[in-house]
């Protein structure tokens, strides 16, 4: 799977939007960007997925560039509870069982204050 | 609701014992399931890959005589720690590969 970076840590006002960036400029055709959160001492959350085109769902949008080396997790109203380490994994989306494997990064750590 | 759970949340142990955690999927059939290690203000690791009917499938470095994975069921994967030691002490989280990726909510392990 294609290694990505994050900045280590992020700070966003509560009710504004953040934006978190990954970079994964060695991402091959085939794989899948991938965000997931873990808020302090549980199991990652799934966010949100994409392939080339910008994806939105309830709880974020996710924008990726033309050129697919880089993407951004937009939480659009940021509120206390998103308060958490998030993860930008590229990853195959089939093909055994191997897709199910995760390889996760350090993450970026989100902290929202009031 | 959940779709992965795990048991315990948290446990102690003594040095020497064994410790199981289950991993179940809830109203799912999983064949696949997956176990990470997690220690304090660190990253996700992957120890293990479990097959339904089959042997686990170990990351390199991860030794399998002392971290023994039960994939018995389509719905219940089991990781038992055996002789455990304080440097064993983390957090334990399983996932499931059903549509998508599920994770449980992960079980602390403390070895005294």
């Known amino acids: 799977d294609a290694k990505t970076t994050q900045p280590p840590s992020m700070d966003c006002a509560e009710g504004r939007a953040a934006n978190l960036p990954c970079n994964h400029s060695?991402?091959?055709?085939?794989?899948?960007v991938y965000w997931y959160r873990q808020i302090h001492s549980q199991g990652p959350q799934y966010i949100i997925h994409g392939l080339k085109n910008n994806e939105t769902n309830e709880m974020a949008s996710l924008i990726i560039t033309e050129d697919r080396k880089s993407s951004t997790l937009i939480l659009p109203h940021a509120t206390l509870r998103d308060t958490a380490v998030y993860y930008c994994?590229?990853?195959?989306?089939?093909?055994?069982?191997?897709?199910?494997?995760?390889?996760f990064g350090q993450g970026t750590i989100l902290t929202v204050h009031p | 609701g959940a779709v992965v759970s795990q048991h315990p949340s948290w446990v102690i142990c003594k040095s020497g014992t064994s410790v199981k955690i289950e991993c179940r999927s809830l109203d799912f059939q999983a064949t696949t399931m997956f176990w990470y290690r997690q220690f304090p203000k660190q990253s996700l690791m992957l120890m293990a890959t479990s097959n339904e009917g089959s042997k686990a499938t170990y990351e390199q470095g991860v030794e399998k005589d002392k971290f023994l994975i039960n994939h018995a069921s389509l719905t219940l994967s089991t990781l038992t720690v055996t002789s455990a030691h304080p440097e064993d002490s983390s957090f334990y989280i399983c996932?499931?590969?059903?549509?998508?990726?599920?994770f449980g909510e992960g079980s602390w392990l403390t070895v005294v």
């Open positions: 996932s499931a590969l059903i549509d998508t990726i599920y």
């Open positions: 994994i590229v990853r195959v989306n089939a093909g055994g069982t191997s897709y199910g494997k995760l390889t």
């Open positions: 060695t991402i091959s055709g085939n794989e899948y």
